[in-house]
Nanobody
Framework: QVQVVESGGGLVRAGGSLELSCAAS????????MRWYRQPPGKQRELVAS???????KYGDSVKDRFTISRDNAKNTVYLQMNSLKPEDTALYYC?????????????????WGQGTQVTVSS
């Protein structure tokens, strides 16, 4: 069993900052890609940022230069530092992890999602 749990959401004023955290735990031998997605009210889920195990990052166009994704491989944890927040950043933020279980040499890979954490930015 693998669990993925997000934390750090909340209510913040426009221009403020928040940091989200997401930890994967359970029967894990390796974690590859970790990502943050978000789903604004009434809209489809979109990719916010991703990071490989080696630290390579990608960002959605709407958050470049404002958000920073990072990870701690020893803790199987990914972070999302969000600065200069805007009302349009309001969404349910989800964490995704590509997790390998079982054998270290030949892991069984599966995708896991967290339950989401709400971020609300007031104007």
């Amino acid at each position: 069993q693998v669990q993925v749990v997000e934390s750090g959401g909340g209510l913040v004023r426009a221009g403020g900052s928040l940091e989200l955290s997401c930890a994967a735990s359970g029967s894990i031998v390796l974690v590859n890609d970790m990502r943050w997605y978000r789903q604004p009210p009434g809209k489809q889920r979109e990719l916010v940022a991703s990071i490989t195990r080696g630290g390579r990052t990608k960002y959605g166009d709407s958050v470049k230069d404002r958000f920073t994704i990072s990870r701690d491989n020893a803790k199987n944890t990914v972070y999302l530092q969000m600065n200069s927040l805007k009302p349009e950043d309001t969404a349910l933020y989800y964490c995704y992890a590509e997790v390998g279980s079982g054998s270290y040499a030949y892991p069984d890979w599966n995708d896991y999602w967290g339950q989401g954490t709400q971020v609300t930015v007031s104007s």
